[in-house]
């Protein structure tokens, strides 16, 4: 049997061109290509914020469909469903969590048996408004549970024949802080370098220290103050937004300029020079002041979507901020079921699941997905190449005759031709 180079050498063998050669040289130009485009797409995303969480007629619906659907897998059993629907709204009421209790007979839907669920909805129009489920809803229930509910909780309908825009009563945000209280932190902060920046930040904040805050802003440092009391707020989130509010006011720069301003036996603690340090550190950096501030006025939102104790249960949900537009979306959306859910739902991240973004196109974008397909197609080409060429050589042999073994190595060659040049 004659080599592989005695037979290339064979006068009455056609000559080929190097397709191998130029394969290979595609399929690494691509494969370099390929994760530099995709990273620019991932960068061009994160930093024009073109994946989005904005609240639309669609994604409202889906989005409480989604809460319905959780809230109804909080009925384990399904022997008495419309019972145990009605258990968790009595004792929302018992607790005298208005959001919840509204929150749950909102879901019935989801959370009955299928024959009470078609009930429902034989009684309800297409377009039915929550006023109109709620009232359908009420129905359901036992003459002692929807005697309490409509002496406890205000009825849908009744705002809504009334003329009032709100839907619930609101409560005013739980208190921040005296000076006293910031004094007391400051001087906690001054002494120990490990001690937890949120609570202080967010009272200095509170006490206007870095400028007035606006009310909503006010309110979403109340939720956050009361999520940090929860034992579920913990882990990553938890780290990186203690980290965003902390460094609007660094804790070194507050260190070093409350020393500063120590004269002779002055307490560095104290509220006169704590207050300065405090105004000097949030004027350190402005810009990580305003995205404190951002992050205080998305919270704050999600309180008026539903209450600031609501709030604060679905910031227990959350395992990084990326979860933090999810759940504000779910708080627009879902309103009162977001509530019910949180409270009793487990903390295992299907909760801000239930929110679904969109991404925006834009001109760099559109860029970097075509260099990415670029890239891709180059690869699928330079591949298919490489295959056609040892199947065309794999033939060529057979044509030949006794020359099997020689086909098989060159084939094997021709895949291996494009990763050895890597």
Not at 120 to 148: M, Y
Not at 237 to 257: C, H, L, M, N
Request: charged share 20%; with cysteine.
């Amino acid at each position: 049997m004659r080599t592989s180079a005695s037979w290339r050498a064979d006068p009455d063998e056609p000559r080929r061109a190097p397709l191998g050669l130029w394969s290979a040289v595609l399929f690494n130009i691509c494969a370099a290509l390929l994760p530099l485009a995709a990273s620019y797409a991932f960068t061009t995303v994160a930093r024009d914020h073109l994946y989005s969480y904005a609240l639309t007629p669609a994604s409202q619906q889906a989005v409480r469909d989604r809460v319905e659907h959780l809230a109804g897998g909080l009925i384990s059993l399904d022997f008495d469903r419309r019972r145990q629907w009605e258990d968790m709204i009595a004792m929302e009421l018992v607790k005298g969590d208005v959001s919840a209790a509204r929150g749950f007979l909102l879901s019935a839907r989801a959370m009955l048996s299928s024959r009470d669920a078609d009930q429902l909805n034989r009684a309800l129009h297409s377009n039915a408004t929550d006023a109109d489920i709620e009232a359908a809803a009420l129905d359901l229930l036992t003459p002692g549970t929807r005697a309490r509910y409509e002496a406890n909780v205000p009825l849908l309908s009744r705002r809504s024949a009334s003329g009032v825009a709100t839907t619930r009563v609101m409560t005013p945000p739980e208190p921040l802080g005296d000076a006293r209280d910031f004094e007391l932190m400051a001087s906690s902060m001054l002494a120990d370098a490990d001690s937890d920046p949120l609570h202080f930040t967010l009272t200095g904040l509170g006490l206007g220290l870095g400028g007035a805050l606006t009310p909503r802003m006010q309110a979403g440092a109340s939720a956050l103050l009361a999520a940090s009391r929860d034992s579920n707020f913990d882990g990553e989130f938890a780290q990186e937004i203690t980290a965003r509010i902390g460094a609007a006011a660094p804790a070194d720069v507050f260190r070093s300029e409350a020393l500063a301003r120590v004269h002779g036996s002055t307490d560095p603690a104290s509220y006169p020079i704590s207050s300065a340090a405090f105004r000097a550190a949030v004027a350190h950096d402005p810009e990580r002041l305003a995205a404190a501030e951002a992050v205080l006025d998305q919270v704050g939102e999600m309180s008026d979507a539903t209450t600031p104790a609501g709030a604060a249960l679905l910031l227990t949900h959350a395992r990084s901020m990326r979860d933090l537009p999810r759940l504000h979306l779910i708080a627009e959306a879902a309103g009162d079921r977001a509530v019910a859910v949180a409270k009793n739902a487990p903390h295992d991240g299907r909760l801000p699941a239930a929110a679904h973004g969109s991404l925006k196109m834009t001109r760099d974008l559109l860029f970097a997905l075509a260099a990415v397909a670029f890239a891709a197609l180059g690869m699928l080409i330079a591949a298919s190449a490489t295959v056609f060429e040892a199947i065309q050589r794999l033939l060529s042999d057979l044509r030949h005759g006794g020359r099997i073994k020689t086909a098989h190595d060159d084939l094997v060659q021709s895949f291996d031709a494009p990763w050895r040049t890597l």
